[in-house]
């Protein structure tokens, strides 16, 4: 099995080309014409009122860690009712040397309903088995650590 996804990135000089006044702001194109305003984050010159792409890394893996998980939490008999998650990507030095997303933490916070509620090892397994799954955690080298808030009943 082989999919492609595409996504559409421009940018256009506007001011003069130095390093610290070439602007960092881009437009990306999703499918389905969906549009983000994105640029670098402001502690390296970018603008603070749009996405960057350390969060971007982040809020992929996020997304993907739940969609996962919302797959597997029905396939095996769990009805979830919310996820709500805070991802923290950490940019730091690498083994190498080099500046990475060296850490993500996910803080899942999940409310189930219905007759089958998982109890923490089995929202433990769920997670473990989420982020084996997730195609995005499967892609990068960066830690991701998955601090469970837990569930909600």
Known sequence: MSNTFQIDLNWKRSTNFTYDHFNRNHTLMFSGQQFLNNSSAPEYLGNADMANPEELLASALASCH??????????????VDTYNDQAIATLDKNEEGKLAITVIDLRPAIEFSGEKIPDDDQLKSLHDKAHRNCFI???????VNIHSVGRIS
């Open 66 to 79: 739940m969609l996962t998980f919302l797959v597997i939490a029905s396939k095996s008999g769990y009805i």
């Open 137 to 143: 955690a499967n892609s990068i080298k960066t830690k």
